[in-house]
């Protein structure tokens, strides 16, 4: 048993060796000329392995087993693993490509078998050129005539990865885990394959892809406490932004803009958990000339091509849900399904008939900017953990959608839509309210709110309302964000984002004092 700092300084002490034979432990050309994938296709190997000339291959040592003189030894690329074979009796050589000094390999002094054996850990990465075989064995392998060294590591790669519960360690070291966990490794393919799902679904439906700005003088479109700094150049306070530019891209409705959508970061200064983070990648689009309903079909369509896309089903167990996105979605009335579940009616409850009700519950809530508004909130939050769905959430009160508009049959419910899937809902949608007079009223109500306390209440944005006073279509906009992929792929948000932010070490917090086999 040694410690990371008795195994580092082996290492350094191999790395100064490679240095002092005047090699670069660290050059920057490689001479690979195929993945480790690639050549593995079976025709290509074919044809590789029956010519006359070498190929030359590179990646990460991934285990090493000596055996007299002989060297069997594992690299990988990042797209397979691949074999490779060195021979003492062949007379192995280094590549003198990229050396600093010709000097020791030119007279011989060094032998590239017992060189590599000397000064090869796992985790380094090397170059491999020889005549690609076949082992009696049938596993395809590379006789190597020459290594180079690529990248020498100084810290050795945990033998035992998967048996590190600590899943703060997990995330803080993500580099680690992708490199020995196939399945996070899938995990963020997948993502990439989701966001693009996404951008391709909508680019055919004739939206036009916008950057809206990330700094801004007021924050707008959602109820959320922003991150705030200080632009020094122009000496004002400004926040990031917690909303894919929602009221910039009502703009380009005011501009002539059909059909618009953005995805991109947003920050939002509020609590963690296992579904909420405070920077994370959304989605936002703006559609003129259509309602909440042309949303819902829309949106519907969205999800089921995105999931197909991403995970090739539409069947999903996420939690205790059992969710199938291709069977008819549901209409979930907001206030009669409260009522449903819990027996209170929301439209003539006053808040503490509500908070009573969250009492006989075990709901817990913070009273810090505790309103009505946010005690009917809270009441659907509980109910909402026992839908599956999928099906969309309407029928939303007024006093909680300051953005949307007011449903023509109840002045008092907005034409507002939300996807709810496994307890959840998974994106926000509206038909939005264009009416500059209302919407200043609006924003009123809710600096009041602010002013008593509410710091996730909605700032005024006056010239939003000036953009209004112009003319905005009628419009329909929607919102999700990665949570809809962390929900599919049944992944706590936080471990669904490829780094997510951690608390920073202690100074000397070093693992190196840890014990490794």
């Known amino acids: ?58 990646g990460r040592v991934m285990s090493l087993r000596p055996q007299g003189g002989l060297i069997f030894l594992h690299v990988y690329d990042g797209t397979a693993k691949f074999q490779g074979l060195l021979k003492k009796e062949e007379g192995v050589k280094i590549s003198v490509n ?40 049938g596993e395809k392998t590379i006789a190597v005539e020459s290594w180079k060294m690529l990248s020498k590591s100084l810290r050795p790669l945990p033998e035992k990865w998967h048996g590190i519960q600590d899943v703060e360690e997990k995330l803080r070291r993500r580099y680690l885990d992708i490199l020995f966990n196939e399945d996070i490794r899938d995990l963020f393919i997948k993502k990439a394959k989701f966001w693009n799902a996404v951008r391709t679904f909508l680019q055919k ?28 150049s122009l000496d004002l306070d400004v926040f990031l932004r917690i909303s894919a530019g929602e009221l ?50 829309l949106v519907e369509r969205l999800y089921k091509h995105v999931a197909f896309e991403t995970f090739g089903t539409l069947e999903f167990t996420i939690g205790d849900h059992h969710v199938d996105l291709g069977k008819t979605w549901e209409i979930f009335d907001y206030t009669e399904t409260i009522k449903k579940m819990t027996g209170v009616d929301i439209s003539t409850a006053d808040l503490s008939e509500i908070e009573s009700k969250l009492n006989d519950l075990k709901v817990q809530y913070d009273k810090k900017g505790w309103n009505k508004s946010r005690a009917i909130d809270t009441l659907w939050k509980y109910c909402r953990r026992k839908i599956s769905g999928p099906g969309f959430l309407v029928g939303v009160p007024k006093e909680i959608s300051p953005l949307a508009k007011s449903s023509e049959k109840n ?24 009416d500059p007079i209302d919407q200043a009223e609006r924003f009123a109500a809710q600096s009041a709110l602010r002013e008593a306390g509410d710091d996730e209440a909605q700032m005024f944005a006056h010239e939003f309302v000036e953009a209004l006073e112009y003319g905005m279509p009628p ?27 951690m608390r920073p070490k202690k100074e000397g917090n070093d693992d190196l004092e840890e014990v490794v086999e």
């Not at 350094?12 to 296709?41: H, M, W």
């Not at 002094?109 to 076949?134: A, H, M, Q, R, T």
């Not at 964000?481 to 936080?494: D, G, H, Y």
């Open 1 to 58: 048993m040694s410690s990371y700092k008795e195994v580092r300084q082996v290492r350094l002490d191999k790395l100064q060796k490679i240095k002092d034979a005047g090699i670069n432990p660290y050059p920057a050309r490689t001479e690979r000329g195929f993945s480790l994938a690639g050549v593995l296709e079976q025709t290509c190997f074919e044809e590789l392995s029956g010519a006359a000339t070498s190929v030359t291959l590179a």
């Open 98 to 137: 990229g050396v600093n000094d010709l000097e020791n390999l030119e007279s011989g002094s060094l032998d590239g078998f017992d060189f590599f054996n000397e000064v090869v850990d796992i985790g380094d990465f090397v170059e491999l050129s020889g005549k690609l075989f076949v082992t009696k064995r």
């Open 205 to 232: 439906e004739n939206f036009l892809e916008v950057e809206t700005p990330i700094l801004e003088t007021t924050t707008g479109g959602a109820d959320a406490r922003p991150f705030a700094t200080h632009h020094n």
């Open 248 to 297: 910039w891209q009502k703009e380009l409705m005011v501009a002539g803009y059909p059909k618009v959508f953005e995805i991109g970061r947003i920050f939002r200064n509020e609590g963690m958990s296992a579904e909420h983070l405070q920077d994370y990648t959304q989605l936002e689009f703006y559609w003129a000339y259509a309602d909440y309903k042309k949303g819902m079909e």
């Open 411 to 434: 002045i008092n419910i907005v034409e507002r839509f939300q996807p709810l899937i496994a307890g959840s809902e998974l994106g926000n949608g509206y038909s939005e309210l264009n």
């Open 475 to 501: 419009t329909c906009g929607f919102g999700m964000s990665e949570r809809v992929f962390a929900f599919l792929a049944n992944k706590p948000v936080r471990e669904a984002q490829i780094f997510p932010l």
